[in-house]
């Protein structure tokens, strides 16, 4: 009865070791049956074991890291340091350029806030020989907007501005002119308006505003004024009146204007009126 004790004990412990070694192998063991049919474990690997393998390269990640924020922390705390950069030619060249445009577009809305104040303090000419000659040489001139006829104490010179809306504005002492000068006078700003002489001006204006380093942009621009004063004295001439008179209307305009200290666009009349009018 003993031996069959002993030989039950070994049967139970023979047919409990693969048991024992199945709950021992994890779910990734490969097993290979033999020809028997018992099946054996070819390999074990131990949690243990992985874990130990995957903690110091975890470990290794984490130091790169730390050693990445630190090297990128220090330029940080040197960019804190480090003293401004000095301004290159190109870029302390561009800045004088931008100042000089700067002032002068604020020179440009000055003179225009400076028209417009003339133009609402002005008095209207509203008699009748002065709103004939205006609507006869608009006629003529083929301006087909209403042009608004005002004198000023503030101006010396006639002067003309505006497309849309054009305006001539005329010395005090126009009210004590004769009837040819306030014609003549009339003609030549009408001329101006019919050329939108204005706009062509405004437009040298900013050029010269944006090349004012440019010496050969302001010469162009002068002239440019001077080209349409001539183009405005021909039309002038070119409707019969005859030179000598036309030019000593101009010299007595720009008298008057030198008398109030004021520059004029008709200070030289000989050089604007073409030699081949004075043999008329």
Not at 109 to 124: H, K, M, Q, Y
Not at 136 to 160: F, N, Y
Request: with cysteine; net charge positive.
């Amino acid at each position: 009865s003993a031996a069959r004790v002993t030989a039950a004990t070994r049967v139970t412990a023979s047919s409990d070791a693969p048991a024992r070694m199945k709950i021992a192998a994890p779910t990734g063991t490969s097993t290979q049956s033999s020809a028997s049919g018992a099946s054996t474990p070819r390999a074990t690997i131990h949690p243990v074991l992985v874990s130990s393998l995957l903690l110091p390269t975890a470990s290794a990640s984490t130091r790169a890291s730390t050693a990445d924020v630190g090297t990128n922390a220090a330029p940080t705390d040197a960019s804190l340091a480090r003293p401004p950069l000095a301004l290159t030619p190109p870029q302390i060249a561009l800045g004088i350029w931008l100042l000089g445009v700067l002032f002068g577009l604020a020179w440009i809305a000055i003179g225009r806030l400076g028209l417009a104040r003339v133009r609402r303090r002005a008095t209207p000419l509203t008699t009748y020989e002065w709103r004939m000659i205006l609507e006869a040489e608009a006629m003529h001139a083929g301006v087909a907007q209403r042009v608004a006829l005002l004198t000023s104490p503030a101006v010396s010179m006639p002067v003309t501005w505006g497309v849309l809306s054009p305006v001539i504005v005329l010395p005090e002492s126009a009210l004590a002119w004769p009837h040819d000068r306030k014609r003549v006078v009339i003609m030549h700003e009408m001329a101006h308006i019919a050329r939108r002489d204005s706009a062509t001006q405004l437009v040298a204006t900013l050029a010269c505003v944006a090349y004012w380093l440019h010496p050969l942009v302001l010469l162009a621009a002068r002239r440019l004024r001077a080209e349409c004063e001539r183009a405005c004295d021909e039309r002038v001439l070119e409707r019969g009146t005859p030179a000598a008179e036309y030019a000593a209307h101009l010299l007595e305009v720009a008298r008057l204007s030198r008398s109030f200290g004021a520059a004029s666009i008709v200070s030289v009349a000989n050089s604007r009126i073409p030699s081949r009018y004075w043999a008329t």
